[in-house]
């Protein structure tokens, strides 16, 4: 939702007052966690102002229908930690390894 209304510029308020929903009801729903929490009715009123107003929300693995560029959080893999540096020709590591 931040996303959202920050390709809008608008703030929370311009937000609530677009979807028809009170303020705090939109600072609740930005701050659930992971998915948006809150009543079904609410929340079709959030996207229909976001839809409105010429913003595409993207479900979780859902293409995009709309054209041109956009953010999305890439697949998650797996974390590759960097291999320790090597050591110099004849030095001994802190393990007593060379």
Not at 3 to 24: C, E, M, N, Y
Request: charged letters at 25%.
């Amino acid at each position: 939702m931040r996303a959202g209304r920050a390709l809008l510029g608008i703030d929370q308020q311009t937000l609530a007052d677009r979807a028809g929903v009170s303020l705090p009801t939109i600072q609740r729903m930005e701050a659930s966690d992971g998915n948006v929490r809150g009543v079904v009715d609410t929340l079709t009123k959030v996207m229909a102002a976001f839809e409105a107003a010429g913003i595409e929300l993207i479900g979780e693995n859902m293409p995009s229908v709309g054209q041109g560029r956009g953010v999305r959080f890439k697949e998650r893999q797996p974390a590759k930690l960097p291999a320790p540096p090597s050591q110099p020709h004849g030095k001994k590591s802190p393990l007593g390894r060379s």
